[in-house]
């Protein structure tokens, strides 16, 4: 299972970023998808799930109605799109799956919103 996140970059608040998730080495179509992030002295905190088909999505408060998770089956990618940024959303985000019960995850991409 490999997952290689892309498109973080340092952004103003109030504005956007679109994060990608390429994964390969298991059957993408068939794993719910998450999106995490880590800021530094905090704990890591789910920001978006996807189920594997697509139709269903959950977000937490934090980042509900700011923030859409969706997913390509046909290019086993899932991105990340982020609306009205706050500071409070800096840190590294990642993506990650349970396959055969065991969590992956890739190496991430930095976001920081700061003007």
């Known amino acids: 299972v490999q997952l290689v996140e892309s498109g973080g970059a340092l952004v103003q608040p109030g504005g956007s970023l679109r994060l990608s998730c390429a994964a390969s080495g298991f059957t993408f179509s068939s794993y719910a998808m998450n999106w995490y992030r880590q800021a530094p002295g905090k704990e890591r905190e789910l920001v978006a799930v996807i189920s594997h088909g697509g139709s269903s999505t959950n977000y937490p408060d934090s980042t509900k109605d700011r923030f859409t998770i969706s997913r390509d089956n046909t290019k086993n990618t899932v991105y990340l799109q982020m609306n009205r940024l706050k500071p409070e959303d800096t840190g590294v985000y990642y993506c990650?799956?349970?396959?055969?019960?065991?969590?992956?995850r890739g190496q991430g991409t930095q976001v920081t919103v700061s003007s």
């Open positions: 990650s799956a349970v396959v055969g019960g065991e969590i992956f």
